[in-house]
Every structure is written in C-alpha cells, then in structure tokens.
C-alpha cells in the first residue's frame, strides 16, 4: 500500500457530505481545524429517496446548521424565490444541500473512501483510487446507508420482487402495475401516495393503524380544535417526539446523560412510525392490522400470505425503515471494528460522538442510540457539528500543553545532565 502524502494530511477527515456531513465540516472550519470532507454531495437524498417526497420535519428544523446563520435555508430562499412552508420537497432540499455544500465545503473531495485504518497516533482513510489520506480524528457522517431494514418473511426472494423504499429515486416505474407497500411510518404511506399518483393499484400493508401527525392543509376542524392548537403551541421546535419528551429531545448532551433503558424507552416513543396528514391515501387500499406470515415468488409476480389469505402483487416495496448496525457501512475492518464499544449494532458514544477509540466520531443516525431522537432528524446537525469541535478543540489544547511539558522536561533534564547552557566545567 502507498504511503500517504504529507499534502494529504489533515486534522480531521469527514466521511460523508450530507447535512451532518456538511455541518460538522462548517463548524470545525469555523474554528480553523484543517478539515477534509469526502463524499459526493447530498447523495443518499439525490439517489435513495423517491422524487415528490416531502420532508417530515418542518421549516424550522430543516436548516442546515452553520455557526454563523450565513447558510440557513431562510437565507438559501431568500437568495432562489423559494416561499418557505413545511414539509419543504424532497427535490428543494437537494438543492439546498448543494447550495450549503458550494459555500462551506468548495473543496469537497468526492472520491469514496472504501476503509478506515488505525494508524495510531491517527488514522489512515484508503480511497476508491487506491489513494490514503492521514487524519488525526475521522468523523463518520454517512447517515443510513446500508442500514435498510427488511423483515424476515422476505428474505430470499428475488429483488425484481421486492426491494426496499431507499433503492429508488422514483416509483414512476410501476404505472399501471399492482404494488404492495408494507409500513405505516412516513416513508411507506409516502411511497403508497407517490406509487397512486403514478398511476399503479396500491395497497398499505401494516400490522396496526397508520398514527396521524398535525393536520390535513384545509382541514377546518383541526385548525379550529383548541386540542390541537394546544399541542402545537407546546410541541419543540424540531418536533421530534410528543410532548413532553419533544423538549428533552432538544438536548442531546442531557440525553446521552440519562440511564440508557430511560434513554431507550423515550427513543422509541419519539421515533415511533407515523405519517404527516398532508399524505394522501385515497385511492390506496390500507390493509391495517394485517400480519404477512410468508411471501415467496411467482415467476413475475410475488405472493404474499397474510393472516386473512394470499394477495399477489407484481412488486412488493418495503417502507419498514432502517435499523442501525456499524458493521454494515462497509469501511470499518474486523480488527478496528473489535476495538468499538456497541449497543446492538449502534457505536456507544461519549461527548463529542467519540467512540471508544479515541478520535473517531460517529454522527447522524448511528449517534441516536447514545444521544437521544434529534440526531435522526436533519435539527440535531448543528449539535453534532458543535459537539465534535469542541472535542477536536479540546483535544488540540491537551496535545499543546502536553507538548510544551514534555519540551520543559526535556530541557530540564538536559541542564541537570550538563548538557544544557549553564557554565562549562
């Protein structure tokens, strides 16, 4: 393997140029950390997620975080006429995600990194051109990819059956075709609407009732209901969970604090599957309820067992979310990956998102497990991209004073061995 070039070297390697990516390179070169991003901008949300998608987060939590406010999306649409609203496009997103990635990170490197190297004191990233990168601390921001989720009865069957919602950019594909969709969160009744307004014969397959969030635009009664607006006027700003844990969700580093069967319990009620009201589900048959004891293939069609009798689809599209596990991003090997301290397949993280190998940080949705419910969410980038300078910030103060110690001692014990400046003999 060729050594790293000395050119190549950098404080902190980002692997990764998604928002999370992107914040946390704009928040350490704010701080003057010499800081090199991998990845090609905003692609998981160019290429995995299906076009005419809106996001669930509103306006407010879509900002991409920055230190100075410079590259927040009001100002993106102040700069391109977009009228801000919640549940901004899918397609408006990327492209604001590529107007941030232009300002903060021009030099963006797009080349992939296919592993990463423990070459303590640091790390060594090997590229896709067989090129490495040295890196005293490497920031891993690569979202969710490879962390679909499939359930067991599909297993096997031929992926021209069934595939899951993140492998498409459109669902334009099966016009005129019958599809199933399994799920009930916002990527699946998404996916059942998308798969409708393109023309195919949908059914929602889902084992209890889709949960609702917010109201229909329009709809008069819950705009007038003082329930609801209620629960509006105390919902957080990043409205990631109910109320009252939606508050605490805001707080990552208190979070991380509490007993982690606590911290579990409040992941799992914040991240619970449920759909915005403005998805539109006339036209799909919604088979609530259901439980799919088998599925298997028929030549061009997939057949699906469910409790109440067989349905046959000519595609079965999985909307059943993601599920993190580390070992399957694909660039950590055996014996790095032993060094990690994991819950389940999720890295356990300290302050900072560090792992238990020092100078390696994990962000996104890998950090929700030891950091709560907003780092699943685009809001909890600007945390992350503060927590992980202020670790690398902290880390370059001890290395200095360190330094300077080990120089003083040195000198030191120069002078008592005569060999410093004092008088000859």
Known sequence: MTAARFSDDCDVAV??????????????????IGTRVFGRAMSFWREHMPKGMRLRSPWIATHIADPGK???????ACQTALTPKDQLPIERFVQYGDWFARQAVP??????????????????????DEDTVRARRVVVAMGLANQDFRPAPFAGVEPALVSHTCEHASLDKWSGKRVAVVGRGQS?????FLLREAGSEVDLICRGEVHWI???????????????????LLQAPSAVGPFPWSWLNELPEIERRLPGVLRSWIGARSLWAAATRWVALDGVGVLAGRAIRS?????????????????????????????????????????????????????????????????????????????????RFIAGAGYAGRSVTRS?????????????DNAAGSSARMSHSGLGMGPAE
Not at 16 to 29: C, D, E, I, S, V
Not at 188 to 192: D, L, N, P, V
Not at 392 to 404: D, F, K, N, S
Request: proline letters at 5%; aromatic letters at 6%.
């Open 15 to 32: 692997i990764g140029a998604g928002p999370y990516g992107l914040a946390a390179a704009a928040h350490l070169r704010s701080a003057s």
């Open 70 to 76: 410079r590259l927040s999306l009001d100002v993106f």
């Open 107 to 128: 030099d963006l490197d797009q080349r992939k990194v296919l592993r990463i190297e423990d070459a303590a004191p640091g790390f060594r990233l090997v590229l896709e």
């Open 188 to 192: 699946a009744c998404e996916s059942a």
């Open 214 to 232: 917010g109201a229909a635009p329009g709809d008069a009664h819950h705009d007038r209901g003082w329930l609801w607006r209620l629960r509006e």
């Open 295 to 375: 599925v298997s293939g028929r030549g061009n069609s997939v057949a699906v067992e469910l409790d109440d009798g067989v349905r046959e689809y000519d595609h079965v599209l999985l909307g059943t979310g993601y599920r993190i596990d580390i070992a399957k991003l694909g660039i950590l090997p055996p014996n790095l990956r032993g060094k990690i301290a994991r819950r389940g397949g999720s890295p356990v993280l300290a302050a900072g998102c560090e792992l238990s190998v020092p100078g390696l940080h994990f962000v996104g949705a890998s950090a929700v497990d030891s950091h709560g419910p907003l780092m």
């Open 392 to 404: 690398a910030l902290a880390h370059r103060r001890w290395a200095g004073r360190a330094g300077r």
